[in-house]
């Protein structure tokens, strides 16, 4: 099957398909989100992505309440609502989603140049806000995610906006072009531009585990990981994921853990076993402080306003 300029578009009973020659895509209706990402017969989620509003708690902010304050965060992060879809295919907009029976209407030999679904989230906050998904694939195969978060008064002070991803083994390490060492929004005075290369997926042995290894400002990053979870497949081969920036350069964390579980350690011999990676493009991040660690908040300048809307975008490659 010829897929040369085009994208094979299938209409399932609950899901949405989209192929190329070496990508496959599936989208859940029902799971709302992206649910399965192959390239070149290699699986790359485990979970479907969603809205990440949590960061692990610090040393900082339990000392100043700030975990306290935002605690609303760690359920809207561990919990997401997917309360519409929207899908559009080449100039056609979809006024209602194509499942079962409306996709009999449709063969196994439907092509398109470009298509775009927009999944919208409700926060489980008070009050409410909302955010919304966009994955925007075009001929090459390529996917385009851009991430809306909207603004609202009266909402606790966030920790992090951003995506998670959670891949489905460990990455044997990553590459990336950006800023030195871990940074964060205060803590980048000292880092230097480059490309570095990761071995692993290093996790900072603080005595209480908490937030480590954000990447402030990246052009670009490669995951590698050379396992998966098909049995039949032992070739131990390296195969890679590549994100790179569509306007505004993005950050990034790629640790074996989330931050749920991060946070649910209170020594690092609690962590459970290393066996995914978990990967957060974030395009605002608060900043640790440390100022005293015994009660100063974190600057205002390093601070994320929850009133004020934030977007922000990327390319997987």
């Not at 490309?195 to 997926?201: E, N, S, V, Y």
């Not at 049995?231 to 994100?243: G, I, Q, R």
């Not at 066996?275 to 300048?301: C, F, K, N, P, Y």
């Amino acid at each position: 099957m010829a897929y040369t300029n085009n994208l094979q578009v299938i209409y399932g009973d609950a899901t949405l398909g989209v192929n190329t020659q070496d990508k496959q895509y599936i989208f859940s209706y029902e799971r709302g989100g992206l649910e399965s990402l192959k390239i070149r017969g290699k699986e790359w989620l485990y979970r479907v992505p969603t809205p990440t509003f949590w960061r692990a708690t610090t040393d900082n902010d339990r000392g100043s309440s700030f975990n306290l304050k935002a605690a609303q965060w760690l359920g809207a992060d561990m919990f997401t609502h997917c309360t519409k879809i929207q899908l559009k295919v080449d100039q056609h907009r979809f006024t209602e989603l194509p499942v079962a029976p409306i996709n009999n209407q449709f063969s196994n030999h439907e092509f398109a140049h470009q298509v775009e679904i927009t999944f919208i989230y409700e926060t489980l906050t008070t009050p409410q806000t909302k955010v919304e998904i966009t994955y925007q694939i075009d001929n090459n195969g390529h996917v385009t995610i851009k991430m809306h978060y909207y603004g609202k008064k009266d909402l606790p002070p966030l920790p992090v906006i951003g995506m998670r991803f959670i891949m489905p083994t460990l990455a044997s390490g990553f590459e990336y072009d950006g800023l030195s060492g871990e940074t964060y929004p205060d803590r980048m005075a000292g880092a230097s531009a480059g490309t570095f290369k990761i071995k692993g997926l290093p996790v900072t042995k603080y005595l209480v585990p908490q937030e480590n290894g954000m990447h402030m400002q990246t052009k670009r990053l490669t995951i590698t990981r050379n396992t998966t979870l098909n049995n039949a497949d032992n070739s131990n081969e390296d195969f890679n994921l590549t994100v790179e920036q569509t306007g505004q350069p993005f950050n990034f964390s790629c640790l074996p853990y989330t931050a749920e579980e991060l946070e649910n350690a209170t020594h690092i011999e609690e962590l459970p076993l290393a066996r995914r990676t978990v990967l957060v493009i974030a395009g605002a991040v608060r900043g640790v402080g440390g100022i005293d660690s015994w009660g100063s908040d974190v600057e205002d300048q390093y601070q994320i306003d929850p009133s004020q809307d934030c977007e922000f975008s990327f390319r997987l490659l």
